[in-house]
Protein backbone atom coordinates (compact mmCIF):
# COMPACT_ATOMS: atom_id res chain seq x y z
CA UNK A 1 0.00 0.00 0.00
CA UNK A 2 1.59 3.51 -1.01
CA UNK A 3 2.06 5.74 1.62
CA UNK A 4 0.80 9.59 1.72
CA UNK A 5 3.20 11.40 -0.79
CA UNK A 6 3.92 15.13 -0.36
CA UNK A 7 5.65 17.29 -3.19
CA UNK A 8 7.94 18.81 -2.88
CA UNK A 9 10.39 18.21 0.14
CA UNK A 10 12.43 21.19 0.33
CA UNK A 11 11.65 24.65 -0.65
CA UNK A 12 13.67 28.25 -0.42
CA UNK A 13 11.24 31.29 -1.24
CA UNK A 14 11.79 34.73 -0.06
CA UNK A 15 9.46 36.51 2.63
CA UNK A 16 6.08 37.53 0.16
CA UNK A 17 6.55 35.19 -2.64
CA UNK A 18 3.82 32.85 -3.02
CA UNK A 19 4.19 28.70 -2.44
CA UNK A 20 2.16 25.61 -3.28
CA UNK A 21 2.41 22.02 -1.43
CA UNK A 22 0.98 19.21 -2.66
CA UNK A 23 -0.43 16.24 -1.20
CA UNK A 24 -1.89 12.60 -1.95
CA UNK A 25 -3.60 10.39 0.75
CA UNK A 26 -3.88 7.18 0.66
CA UNK A 27 -6.27 5.62 -1.82
CA UNK A 28 -9.66 5.61 -0.21
CA UNK A 29 -8.92 8.19 2.96
CA UNK A 30 -11.37 9.93 3.19
CA UNK A 31 -10.24 12.63 5.79
CA UNK A 32 -7.03 14.58 4.87
CA UNK A 33 -5.15 16.84 7.61
CA UNK A 34 -2.52 19.15 7.04
CA UNK A 35 -0.19 20.30 10.26
CA UNK A 36 2.61 23.13 10.59
CA UNK A 37 5.56 21.84 12.55
CA UNK A 38 7.70 24.92 13.47
CA UNK A 39 11.37 24.15 14.67
CA UNK A 40 11.49 22.59 17.98
CA UNK A 41 7.86 21.90 18.26
CA UNK A 42 5.03 19.35 18.03
CA UNK A 43 2.68 19.23 14.47
CA UNK A 44 -0.14 21.92 14.55
CA UNK A 45 -3.19 21.31 12.64
CA UNK A 46 -3.57 23.67 9.83
CA UNK A 47 -6.75 22.49 8.21
CA UNK A 48 -8.58 19.46 8.19
CA UNK A 49 -11.12 18.18 5.49
CA UNK A 50 -13.50 15.07 5.00
CA UNK A 51 -13.66 14.37 0.93
CA UNK A 52 -13.33 17.75 -0.09
CA UNK A 53 -15.28 19.39 2.78
CA UNK A 54 -13.40 21.82 5.33
CA UNK A 55 -14.38 20.33 8.60
CA UNK A 56 -11.92 22.14 10.36
CA UNK A 57 -10.08 25.61 9.66
CA UNK A 58 -10.28 27.20 12.76
CA UNK A 59 -6.01 27.10 13.15
CA UNK A 60 -5.65 28.42 9.72
CA UNK A 61 -4.40 32.20 8.94
CA UNK A 62 -6.55 32.91 6.32
CA UNK A 63 -5.52 36.15 5.39
CA UNK A 64 -2.22 34.20 3.58
CA UNK A 65 -2.93 30.81 4.06
CA UNK A 66 -5.59 28.36 1.39
CA UNK A 67 -5.85 25.15 1.46
CA UNK A 68 -7.85 22.67 -1.55
CA UNK A 69 -9.36 19.28 -1.82
CA UNK A 70 -10.59 18.69 -5.28
CA UNK A 71 -12.51 15.69 -5.85
CA UNK A 72 -12.04 14.16 -2.57
CA UNK A 73 -8.18 12.83 -3.31
CA UNK A 74 -5.55 15.35 -3.56
CA UNK A 75 -4.99 18.38 -1.90
CA UNK A 76 -3.16 21.92 -2.67
CA UNK A 77 -2.13 23.98 0.49
CA UNK A 78 -1.06 27.50 -0.64
CA UNK A 79 0.83 30.69 0.99
CA UNK A 80 0.60 34.01 0.02
CA UNK A 81 2.54 36.00 0.51
CA UNK A 82 5.13 34.17 2.48
CA UNK A 83 6.01 35.45 5.62
CA UNK A 84 10.20 34.84 7.87
CA UNK A 85 7.65 33.23 10.40
CA UNK A 86 5.76 30.60 8.05
CA UNK A 87 9.25 29.10 7.60
CA UNK A 88 8.39 25.21 9.08
CA UNK A 89 7.79 21.13 7.52
CA UNK A 90 3.98 21.22 6.20
CA UNK A 91 3.04 17.95 6.98
CA UNK A 92 -0.07 16.15 5.62
CA UNK A 93 -1.65 13.04 7.22
CA UNK A 94 -4.49 10.95 6.05
CA UNK A 95 -7.10 8.76 7.98
CA UNK A 96 -9.79 6.24 6.63
CA UNK A 97 -12.43 7.02 9.24
CA UNK A 98 -14.49 10.62 9.80
CA UNK A 99 -15.02 11.53 13.09
CA UNK A 100 -13.38 8.48 14.71
CA UNK A 101 -10.75 9.74 16.87
CA UNK A 102 -8.91 6.74 17.93
CA UNK A 103 -8.17 5.94 14.67
CA UNK A 104 -4.62 6.43 13.28
CA UNK A 105 -3.42 9.30 10.98
CA UNK A 106 -0.93 8.64 8.22
CA UNK A 107 1.75 11.15 7.71
CA UNK A 108 3.69 12.16 4.83
CA UNK A 109 7.25 12.79 4.52
CA UNK A 110 6.62 16.50 4.63
CA UNK A 111 7.56 19.97 3.08
CA UNK A 112 10.25 21.57 4.60
CA UNK A 113 9.57 25.53 3.22
CA UNK A 114 12.58 28.03 4.18
CA UNK A 115 11.43 31.82 3.76
CA UNK A 116 14.55 34.15 3.65
CA UNK B 1 -9.36 21.88 25.45
CA UNK B 2 -7.10 19.26 25.19
CA UNK B 3 -3.35 19.71 25.92
CA UNK B 4 -0.08 17.85 26.12
CA UNK B 5 3.26 18.28 27.98
CA UNK B 6 6.16 16.40 27.44
CA UNK B 7 8.92 16.46 30.48
CA UNK B 8 11.96 17.17 28.81
CA UNK B 9 13.02 17.90 25.36
CA UNK B 10 16.35 15.69 25.21
CA UNK B 11 16.81 12.38 26.79
CA UNK B 12 20.08 10.55 26.08
CA UNK B 13 20.32 6.87 27.27
CA UNK B 14 23.02 3.71 26.46
CA UNK B 15 22.09 0.85 24.67
CA UNK B 16 20.63 -1.77 26.56
CA UNK B 17 19.38 0.66 29.59
CA UNK B 18 15.55 1.59 30.35
CA UNK B 19 14.10 4.54 28.34
CA UNK B 20 11.49 6.50 29.65
CA UNK B 21 9.98 9.28 27.93
CA UNK B 22 7.25 11.16 29.88
CA UNK B 23 3.73 12.45 28.59
CA UNK B 24 1.35 14.17 30.41
CA UNK B 25 -1.93 15.25 29.02
CA UNK B 26 -4.96 17.43 30.24
CA UNK B 27 -8.70 16.77 29.16
CA UNK B 28 -11.82 17.05 31.33
CA UNK B 29 -12.64 13.84 30.05
CA UNK B 30 -10.62 10.85 29.57
CA UNK B 31 -9.13 11.33 26.17
CA UNK B 32 -7.34 9.09 23.03
CA UNK B 33 -3.92 9.21 23.42
CA UNK B 34 -0.92 8.54 20.88
CA UNK B 35 2.71 8.11 20.71
CA UNK B 36 4.30 9.14 17.26
CA UNK B 37 8.08 8.41 16.58
CA UNK B 38 9.86 10.76 13.33
CA UNK B 39 13.05 10.27 12.35
CA UNK B 40 15.46 12.44 10.27
CA UNK B 41 13.28 13.53 6.99
CA UNK B 42 10.77 11.76 7.67
CA UNK B 43 6.91 12.23 8.80
CA UNK B 44 5.80 10.86 11.87
CA UNK B 45 4.86 7.14 12.36
CA UNK B 46 2.47 5.81 15.29
CA UNK B 47 3.80 3.39 17.90
CA UNK B 48 1.14 2.62 20.38
CA UNK B 49 -2.72 4.32 21.06
CA UNK B 50 -4.73 4.27 24.04
CA UNK B 51 -8.54 4.06 23.68
CA UNK B 52 -9.97 3.35 26.66
CA UNK B 53 -9.40 -0.60 26.09
CA UNK B 54 -6.47 -2.16 28.23
CA UNK B 55 -4.69 0.63 30.08
CA UNK B 56 -1.10 -0.48 29.46
CA UNK B 57 -0.74 -0.69 25.78
CA UNK B 58 2.23 -2.23 23.72
CA UNK B 59 3.18 -0.76 20.30
CA UNK B 60 6.08 -1.71 17.68
CA UNK B 61 9.61 -1.49 18.05
CA UNK B 62 9.86 -3.01 22.06
CA UNK B 63 7.68 0.08 23.32
CA UNK B 64 4.70 0.36 25.59
CA UNK B 65 2.96 3.04 27.39
CA UNK B 66 0.65 3.15 30.46
CA UNK B 67 -2.44 5.03 30.68
CA UNK B 68 -3.02 6.43 34.56
CA UNK B 69 -6.01 8.73 34.97
CA UNK B 70 -4.85 9.55 38.64
CA UNK B 71 -1.60 11.10 37.15
CA UNK B 72 -3.14 12.17 33.86
CA UNK B 73 0.11 10.73 32.43
CA UNK B 74 0.85 7.75 29.60
CA UNK B 75 4.29 7.80 29.92
CA UNK B 76 6.89 5.58 27.29
CA UNK B 77 8.94 3.01 27.94
CA UNK B 78 11.50 0.25 26.37
CA UNK B 79 13.34 -1.62 28.38
CA UNK B 80 16.47 -1.88 26.53
CA UNK B 81 17.51 0.79 23.85
CA UNK B 82 18.82 0.09 20.97
CA UNK B 83 20.52 2.71 18.41
CA UNK B 84 17.91 2.54 16.02
CA UNK B 85 15.95 4.22 18.45
CA UNK B 86 17.26 7.65 17.84
CA UNK B 87 14.61 10.24 17.06
CA UNK B 88 11.99 12.15 18.35
CA UNK B 89 9.47 11.06 20.07
CA UNK B 90 5.59 13.05 20.15
CA UNK B 91 2.74 12.41 22.37
CA UNK B 92 -0.46 13.52 21.12
CA UNK B 93 -4.07 13.16 22.55
CA UNK B 94 -7.73 13.19 20.84
CA UNK B 95 -10.52 14.14 22.07
CA UNK B 96 -12.88 10.82 22.06
CA UNK B 97 -16.12 12.35 22.17
CA UNK B 98 -16.07 13.47 18.59
CA UNK B 99 -16.90 17.11 18.64
CA UNK B 100 -12.79 18.00 16.95
CA UNK B 101 -13.52 14.93 14.76
CA UNK B 102 -10.27 13.08 15.07
CA UNK B 103 -8.38 16.35 15.40
CA UNK B 104 -4.78 15.33 17.27
CA UNK B 105 -3.00 18.09 19.97
CA UNK B 106 0.96 17.28 20.43
CA UNK B 107 3.40 18.21 22.46
CA UNK B 108 6.65 19.55 22.01
CA UNK B 109 8.31 16.33 21.39
CA UNK B 110 11.02 14.55 23.11
CA UNK B 111 14.45 13.42 20.92
CA UNK B 112 16.28 10.37 22.08
CA UNK B 113 19.80 10.12 21.56
CA UNK B 114 21.53 6.34 22.32
CA UNK B 115 25.25 6.28 23.12
CA UNK B 116 26.73 3.48 22.27
Known amino acids: EAGVAQSPRYKIIEKRQSVAFWCNPI?????LYWYQQILGQGPKLLIQFQNNGVVDDSQLPKDRFSAERLKGVDSTLKIQPAKLEDSAVYLCASSLVFQASSYEQYFGPGTRLTVT | AQSVTQLGSHVSVSEGALVLLRCNYSSSVPPYLFWYVQYPNQGLQLLLK??????LVKGINGFEAEFKKSETSFHLTKPSAHMSDAAEYFC??????????????FGRGTQLTVWP
Open chain 2, 50 to 55: YTSAAT
Open chain 1, 27 to 31: SGHAT
Open chain 2, 92 to 105: AVSDPRGSTLGRLY
